[in-house]
């Protein structure tokens, strides 16, 4: 039954019903959550749902390259403050996914949801969002993502006219490009470690200039603008200049950038930054992400990177050396099976840190840690490896199917 | 090549870098400095000059409209076509194969003119596009052993009589042109449709571009279990697709 205020159709409340129903021979079939399915059967049988079920909520839609689930689930905490929330809090960021987390039965005044870029634009004309939030884009599965820039022209014609708060960060100047044309942004200076999807001007094609802490194209002008909130070090700066203190749990560069916007997203409700901030302290782990795991007599703290952006700003967290790092890439479906992105990452950083490979595509990563001089051992299997690393904390990071592997090996 | 040190360029990675095409470079930077030879890289952005006096220019993938921007700015530039009649080697893959091309359909539609340094033509192909593994005999005239990589485009680029195709396809697409090429190859300059990176799959061509430069017809041995062994699982992967 769906406890929301506004009365659904009888069509809907079939519809939400059969989602259920399919959801639950899903999740006892042994294929998981089902929310998938789930929503896939209800909007199939009631293509309005999403809007039905959105209609009485005040909706947050995130989207970006990285940092999606995190900051989803660092804006929902945020909320919690001023009213209940629901939130596809497990990454399913899909249209089945999201109409699959609203129909969950909420009495909610806020839905906080993550949605796959490709979706988003379609996905805010369905629910009539109040903020749209915008992290980051870069390079993702080669093998059949939308490129990087045309994804930026397709978030900004599907913007432009939003009645919505867009909360866009402006060291990233594919996020600007796309949010510039919307009537109401909000820029959040959140920065942005990797760089090398946005030396061409989105604009006119030009070369960018980026000095330390800019960026602007010579030939036609388009630069960075003018920030409201900002990341400082370990602090967010609110639009009164006044430096909020940053105590995540999660760690990270990356982690307090979607902090600095979750509070710029909370504000736009009002709630405040000492309250939204103090919320998202709670939060230790992501569907997994961050979690540390004691098993075979180590620490392994479980870091996702899926992609080049994800693994620069992961490796910028991880324990000096020399703390050992287990790395495991997979390359199937879901992860994309062109490994070539592999060499956009600067494994040098790595120099120091013993080095233990499995996953998929271990000899992928072996020819490439080889070629960038690091001292590495490759092995079949997690328990493997990880035996072989000294007792103590380990930093395992991975791609998108070799972190659910990993998590499964360790019993996560 | 200079008395001192090999010279890699690597052309226009602000636009043709979408691939991993670093890994060209790098891997072709190792196995020189493995023979003991010194390298300067250079990387050139798209708005300098691209130096005529490199001894192996490499190109790499890029977006639609970031390849336009690379074949006008290259055209207008000049440096790389008397870097090639002064004897430089050339290897080009995918966006930057099509670009040393005569010519390529650009993202507007568009025919757009190449460098002309390959006698090739490119068409946008109608059918699906072409992506996966791929396994292909190289031109014997090379001495090479297969050719692994992964291809991800939907050109199909028809071959003239100055060029030779640079590989034969057991597996895979390649140039599109369903007569079984892959790339084309006249002299000093090579082009071909493989990512993977293309040179960390298949040393040996990053070799055959160290010894074009130094003008030998050997080089010492390296240590290549590592990429043997990925070569080995690549062209059993490419023989049983999932």
Redesign the interface.
């Known amino acids: 039954m769906t406890e929301s205020t506004a009365p659904l159709s009888p069509r809907s409340r079939i519809a939400v019903t059969a989602g259920r129903a399919a959801a639950a021979v899903s999740r006892a079939a042994g294929r998981g959550s089902g929310s998938v399915i789930g929503g896939r059967v209800a909007l199939k049988l009631d293509p309005e749902l999403l809007r039905v079920l959105s209609g009485h909520l005040d909706i947050v839609l995130v989207s970006a390259t990285n940092g999606k689930t995190t900051t989803t689930r660092l804006i929902a905490e945020a909320l919690r403050a001023a009213g209940e929330v629901v939130s596809n809090a497990l990454g399913a960021n899909m249209p089945a996914g999201i109409t699959s987390a609203l129909a969950q039965g909420s009495r909610a005044r806020y839905g906080v949801l993550e949605v796959d870029e490709k979706y988003l634009t379609a996905v805010a004309a369905e629910v009539n969002p109040k903020v749209v939030a915008l992290l980051n884009l870069s390079r993702d599965q080669l093998d059949r993502a939308a490129e990087t820039r045309m994804l930026a022209d397709h978030w900004r014609e599907g913007l432009k006219d939003t009645k919505a708060v867009v909360v866009a960060n402006c060291d990233d100047p594919l996020v600007t490009w796309a949010a510039s044309d919307s009537p109401n942004v909000v820029w959040v200076a959140a920065g942005q470690e990797w760089k090398d999807d946005a030396w061409s001007c989105p604009s006119c094609g030009g070369v960018l200039q980026r000095p330390e802490g800019g960026w602007a194209c010579a030939e036609c002008g388009f630069r960075r603008p003018s920030p409201t909130w900002a990341l400082a070090g370990e602090t967010v700066l609110d639009p009164h200049g006044t430096a909020w203190p940053i105590r995540l749990q999660l760690p990270g560069r990356a982690n307090r950038a979607n902090a600095a916007t979750a509070a710029a997203v909370a504000a736009v409700f009002g709630v405040a930054p000492g309250p939204a901030l103090e919320r998202m302290y709670q939060v230790t782990a992501v569907a997994g992400r961050y979690d540390t795991v004691t098993w075979q007599d180590r620490e392994l703290r479980l870091l996702l990177a899926k992609n080049p952006a994800g693994w620069l700003e992961t490796f910028s967290l991880i324990d000096p050396p020399p703390a050992p790092v287990l790395l495991s890439v997979n390359a199937r479906s879901a992860d994309g099976t062109d490994t070539s992105w592999l060499w956009d990452v600067d494994y040098t950083r790595l120099a120091g840190h013993p080095i233990v490979v499995v996953g998929d595509r271990r000899l992928d990563l072996a020819v490439r840690l080889e070629v960038a001089g690091q001292n590495f051992r490759v092995f079949d299997t997690v328990e493997q490896a990880v035996r072989a690393a000294a007792p103590g904390r380990i930093e395992a990071i991975a791609n998108y199917t070799a972190f659910q592997d990993l998590r499964r090996a360790v019993g996560n | 090549m200079s008395e001192s040190s090999l010279r890699v360029v690597w052309v226009y990675?602000?636009?043709l870098?979408?691939?991993?095409?670093?890994?060209n470079a790098?891997?072709t930077a190792?196995r020189a400095e493995q023979r003991g030879l010194k390298v300067t890289r250079t990387d050139v952005?798209?708005?300098q000059r691209i130096p005529t006096s490199g001894d192996i220019y490499l190109i790499g993938g890029g977006?639609?409209?970031?390849q336009r921007?690379a074949a006008e700015r290259l055209q207008r530039d000049g440096g790389l076509q008397r870097a090639v009649d002064n004897g430089a080697i050339v290897f080009a893959v995918c966006a930057g194969y099509q670009i040393i091309g005569h010519e390529f359909i650009n993202d507007l539609g568009e025919r757009q003119p190449g460098l002309g340094l390959l006698d090739v033509v490119t068409v946008r192909g109608e059918g699906s596009r072409c992506?996966?593994d791929v396994l292909a005999d190289i031109d014997e005239r090379l001495g090479l052993p297969q050719l692994t990589g992964?291809e991800?485009h939907q050109g199909v680029t028809r071959l003239g009589p100055g060029v030779r195709p640079f590989a034969r396809v057991r597996i895979g697409r390649g140039n599109g042109t369903g007569d079984g090429t892959e790339g084309a190859w006249r002299d000093t300059v090579i082009g071909t449709y493989m990512?993977?990176?293309v040179l960390?799959r298949n040393p040996q061509v990053a070799d055959l571009l160290i010894k074009l430069a130094l003008d030998v017809n050997a080089l010492p041995p390296v240590d290549d279990r590592?990429?043997e062994?990925?070569r080995a699982?690549r062209i059993a992967a490419a023989r049983q697709p999932a």
């Open positions: 990675p602000d636009l870098s979408t691939y991993g095409d670093q890994g790098l891997v190792r952005r798209s708005d977006e639609d409209r970031p921007l992506v996966g992964f991800n990512h993977g990176p960390a590592w990429y062994a990925l699982e």
